[in-house]
């Protein structure tokens, strides 16, 4: 089947700036971690591009490791943007990263100049692209000068094969080192992408004023909890989600009465915005401008629907942040 990109694409994404820099991302990215590798079906996943870029959603994150297996989910988007985004390449923010464990020896893990640079043009390679908008070090390396670290992502830019640089899940102290090794290679850091959602907060002691001082964007991954914050664990684990599968990163015993009896008192909230549950995770997040954007991953186009109709309502009242602080809190 063909795809032609909506001419709409552009009317209803809201695009916040990335820190201090030129560049605007859509405040939902789509991230590629689950649901595109070579255990998935192409076609419905193709779809869910088409899907994304025909509502605005100008920025795809992917990492070397995204599959399963490995690399399969860059090769996969890859293919899809031979067939049906040749034209489009310009209009597109295209991440990937290089931090965890990926080949086999002692080269293909962590935070050295020759895994970054090596493991950078193995993504090119399956993507069939000639540079990526943004390369990160997925993870801090305790093990390896951070001079390192961000010296082989500033060189990355200076041979044209990334455009901007970014850094997932340092804190706050590192971020800060990170941004002034950056800035003096002048290369500054772009953006910072840690997970944060309602559930996950680590976020807030610290990292997201170092951000904002440092004109850093940041981009929330994992900002449902997986699934957890939307209406799909209510009752119980269903058939095919994330918490049932073996190659899932959301555990079953994740999925706790606990947690469950929040998400319900949530979705109490979220109903009454008349939003579903994920509407509401998402437009929480946004409501700190610091977020440049939030990065959601999606198994169907229906749920990628369904995170975009959060734009409707960013809103919130002093009374529902309250309540929605005392469950988070206190249950
Ligand atoms: N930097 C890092 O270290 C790191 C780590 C993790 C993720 N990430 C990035 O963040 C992206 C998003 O992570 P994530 O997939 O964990 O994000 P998420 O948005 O928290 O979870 C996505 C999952 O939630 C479920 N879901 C999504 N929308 C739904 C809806 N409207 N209703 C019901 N269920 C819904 C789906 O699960 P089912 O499959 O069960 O349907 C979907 O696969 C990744 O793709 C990746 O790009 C980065």
């Known amino acids: 089947m063909d795809y032609q990109p909506s001419e709409k694409r552009y009317s209803d994404m809201i695009y916040r700036r990335c820190g201090k820099s030129g560049i605007d991302l859509p405040v939902i990215s789509l991230g590629l971690w689950h649901n595109f590798g070579g255990v998935d079906t192409f076609e419905p996943f193709r779809k869910i591009i088409w899907k994304a870029f025909d509502a605005g959603i100008t920025h795809f994150d992917l990492a070397n490791n995204y599959g399963p297996p490995p690399g399969s989910a860059e090769e996969n988007f890859g293919r899809i943007l031979k067939m049906d985004f040749q034209s489009h390449r310009d209009e597109m923010i295209i991440s ?5 464990d990926m080949w086999p020896g002692p080269y293909g893990d962590f935070g050295s100049r020759k895994y970054l640079i090596a493991s950078l043009n193995q993504s090119l390679k399956r993507m069939q692209l000639d540079y990526v908008d943004i390369f990160y070090s997925h993870r801090p390396d305790p093990f390896t000068p951070l001079e390192e670290t961000m010296g082989a992502l500033a060189s990355t830019i200076n041979s044209g094969k990334s455009l901007y640089t970014g850094i997932s899940s340092y804190e706050a102290e590192r971020t800060q080192q990170a941004a002034d090794l950056l800035k003096s290679y002048r290369t500054p850091c772009l953006i910072h992408q840690p997970q944060y959602s309602m559930f996950e907060r680590w976020v807030e002691d610290g990292l997201m004023n170092v951000l904002g001082e440092n004109g850093i964007g940041c981009i929330a991954f994992s ?3 997986q699934g957890l914050l939307t209406n799909k664990y209510l009752n119980g ?4 989600s994330r918490a049932a599968k073996v190659t899932g990163f959301l555990q079953a015993n994740e999925v706790t009465v606990e947690r469950i009896e929040k998400v319900t008192k949530l979705n109490g909230i979220a109903k009454n915005r008349n939003q579903s549950l994920a509407q509401m995770a998402i ?27 959060s734009l409707a309502n960013l809103k919130f009242q002093h009374e529902e942040l309250k309540m929605i602080e005392e469950i988070l809190t206190n249950g």
């Open 237 to 240: 684990i269903p058939e095919g």
């Open 223 to 225: 900002p449902l909890a």
């Open 283 to 309: 437009a929480w997040l946004l409501k700190d401008e610091r977020v440049t954007s939030v990065l959601v991953g999606a198994s169907s186009t229906e749920q990628l629907v369904d995170n975009l109709a």
């Open 96 to 100: 990937t990263k290089a931090g965890w």
